[in-house]
């Protein structure tokens, strides 16, 4: 074995080897799992070690090497169980572009080409790759970039964008074959109420809007994708026969027949052209609404794309140019701790004010104990801070020593860093924190009088998607909690009008508000008020799906662990989590308060779920095409009510297809190979 690579240096080798690992499961995280660990800028310089060993030792060539393939999102790449996405191949290889980071790369990238080249310049936006293909003037397939040569196919998904055309218009059906490709976002807005939303109740948040879109994308459930929002911007058309010389022309062209297409745009005819719109928009990028990393370089006439070819994983005719990110050096003055409602306890840290992206930074995030360790983080380190996608403050490490101050030495001697030790007790309620197996966060055991959780699951419970309860805001939850009017969601229903009207700010018509918003309250359905509880990893979706099985409190009160687990969507965790809700005696007073209170804690006899049939039970159904009577949400629910399953795909495990006009043709063809029956719109009806 040794003899092989004789001509290698040992230590050469292993850094190969490793550069190669540590590439694949920066690929996994970034395309994959949409966290990633590594900046793109590191990324970059790795791959590049790499290529440059590979090449000073063709002896270590592989095809699995990643410099020879890009990173691939596809489904079935996560290991997860359950159905996926469609897979289909490119038409044309969709491939990665090379990045640069300095003008001389730039100037380096542009000497290779033809004399008389004319350059258009686009902004880079940061989201997930996408392939529209379309037929005769009809949206038939929308694929990710995957590994370059398949897809996904999210067509489902991507018909929630308004702004995509799904049939062009009539002059253009004569194309048999036309592809756009673009960039799937998630605009800032969008991103900030998501990961608040996240945030709580307290699942992981997205690091960026690139793996929020990411992420979003490839939800099985596309109701759920268009109340995200979603939107593209696409950057290149191919096909055959299709007008235009240049890519200019052809991006105008697409603008023309209706796809949206970005008017930050420029044909450049010199290195200074391009260096000025490099500089104009790292300034104005700031003030766009969605999330943008650099400018992308891409010969303009067609012609001289084709001559110039392909490496192994990029176009020789396009480049990348990536905006370097903004950072601060400050230091940490403080680490404090936050109580979220299911009584994580959050680190923060709190530093001495920086500016960064036009706002000023006085406090970012820390995670957990392990991510503190991780970076070897203490009060008094100078660190460094970025905005993470531009908008989520973040420290990303410290300089090497922490007692190198930008000011005097009396402020360095102040800012002299001090051992890190996390918190052993809540600093809210001085309960001993524990931490559970598997998990990275400390909790607060405390539920039953620990102030932040008790007042984080009253906004939730109040909140907009559980009992909605309007003028129950954060503020007035602290004012009412302090006065000792509040203490938990039953107390709610205790308020009194004259309690309210007294408080500073009140009056009678703010508190006849919140009395009647607390009133409808107690006819919010079933799986809304199991949803407002706020059992944890319990959320919206999972809590519908519970109602479903067990109509009532008291049946699901009972509720053995593998009848839980039966539940799709519902792990061994979950179960544990809604078993362990009611094995606590506070819990099952508030219930109790809660039911005497009239909340809704089974199915009303008028419920649509409580009514349904059986008829579906066990069976797998695809929905595709248009329909007369109903719309393809309210058949998606009829489905779950009378006991099947809703999929998006094809496979050898579904039923039927419900086939509308217009049925996509692969689903149909699809459907031949396996002999999946197809049922129409009132056949389905009359087996209801």
């Known amino acids: ?47 590049r070690r790499l290529q440059d060993l590979e090449k000073a030792h063709p002896e270590m060539a592989s095809a699995q090497s990643p410099t020879q393939h890009v990173g691939s999102d596809l489904a079935d790449a996560a290991g997860s ?46 989201g997930l790759s996408i392939s529209l293909w379309y037929e005769h003037g009809r949206l038939t397939h929308a694929l990710t970039r995957g590994d370059g040569v398949r897809g996904d196919d999210v067509l ?16 253009l059906s004569q194309i048999p074959f036309l592809e756009l490709r673009g960039e799937v976002l998630l605009p800032w807005r969008n991103f900030e109420r998501l990961n608040q939303e996240r945030e709580a109740n307290e699942e992981p948040l997205f690091a960026n809007p690139r793996n929020a879109a990411s992420g979003t994308l490839k939800l099985l459930d596309s109701d759920e994708v268009r109340r995200r929002g979603l939107i593209t911007y696409l950057y290149y058309m191919l096909g055959e026969q299709l007008p235009g010389t240049t890519h200019y022309e052809r991006l105008t062209l697409a603008r023309d027949w209706g796809f949206p297409v970005s008017d930050a745009i420029r044909v450049c005819h010199s290195l200074d052209e391009v260096m000025d719109f490099i500089a104009f928009w790292d300034v104005q990028r700031k003030t766009l609404p969605v999330a943008t990393d650099g400018i992308v370089l891409k010969v303009n006439r067609l012609s001289q794309q084709q001559q110039l070819g392909y490496t192994a994983k990029t176009p020789r005719w396009a480049i990348a140019y990536k ?86 030495a009396a402020s360095c001697s102040e800012a002299s860093s001090k051992p890190f030790h996390f918190i052993t007790t809540c600093p809210e309620c001085g309960t001993p924190l524990v931490r559970v197996d598997g998990e990275a966060a400390w909790r607060c055991p405390n539920t039953s009088t620990c102030p932040p959780q008790l007042k984080g699951r009253i906004e939730h419970f109040v909140s907009r998607k559980a009992m909605n309860i309007d003028g129950l805001g954060q503020e007035t939850i602290d004012l009412l909690f302090e006065q000792g009017l509040l203490h938990d969601i039953a107390d709610i229903y205790s308020l009194r009008k004259e309690d309210i009207a007294r408080q500073e700010g009140f009056g009678d018509k703010s508190a006849e508000k919140i009395l009647a918003g607390i009133e409808a309250s107690k006819q919010i359905p079933w799986a809304r008020v199991l949803f407002a509880l706020g059992i944890r990893m319990v959320g919206e ?89 109903h719309s393809r949400d309210e058949y998606k629910d009829l489905i779950e009510i009378h006991g099947g399953r809703n999929s998006s ?25 396996l002999g999946v029956p197809l049922v129409s719109e009132d056949e389905f009806l009359q087996m209801l």
């Open 541 to 629: 979706t999972t809590a519908k799906k519970i109602a479903r099985r067990f109509t009532s409190i008291e049946t699901l009160q009972w509720a053995t662990l593998e009848q839980l687990t039966a539940i799709d969507d519902v792990g061994e965790q979950i179960a544990q989590n809604i078993i362990d809700y009611f094995l606590d005696e506070h819990n099952l007073s508030l219930v109790l308060r809660l039911r005497q209170a009239g909340l809704q804690f089974q199915e009303s006899p008028s419920s649509p779920s409580a009514t349904a049939s059986q008829t579906l039970s066990g069976k797998t159904i695809v929905i595709s095409g248009t329909f007369l009577h």
């Open 323 to 408: 905006f370097p990110a903004e950072k601060q050096l400050t230091t940490l003055r403080k680490i404090t701790y936050q109580v979220g409602r299911t009584g994580v306890v959050t680190p923060v840290a709190n530093l001495d004010p920086v500016q960064l992206s036009g706002t000023m930074v006085q406090r970012a995030t820390l995670h957990n104990e392990d991510f503190i360790r991780q970076l070897s983080i203490q009060e008094g380190d100078r660190v460094w801070v970025e905005k993470g996608g531009e908008i989520i403050p973040k420290i990303t490490g410290k300089e090497s020593s922490s007692l190198t101050c930008s000011s005097n």
């Open 156 to 171: 489902r998904n991507i018909q929630t964008i308004s702004a995509i055309p799904q049939q062009l218009d009539a002059s």
């Open 81 to 126: 169980k359950g159905e996926h996405f469609v897979q289909l191949a490119h038409r044309y290889p969709m491939l990665s572009l090379g990045n640069t980071y300095s003008k001389e790369e730039i100037q380096d990238w542009v000497s290779k080409l033809p004399a008389d080249v004319e350059i258009v310049c686009e902004l880079k936006y940061d």
């Open 1 to 47: 074995m040794m003899d092989l690579f004789s001509d290698i240096d040992q230590m050469e080798r292993d850094e190969i080897l490793a550069l190669r690992r540590e590439l694949d499961e920066a690929n996994r995280l970034y395309y994959v799992e949409n966290a990633p660990t590594m900046s793109d800028r590191d990324f970059d310089a790795k791959m």
């Open 649 to 673: 795909s094809v496979s050898a495990k579904t039923s039927f297809i419900l086939a509308g006009d217009n049925m996509g043709p692969e689903k149909r063809k699809k459907a031949e190979s």
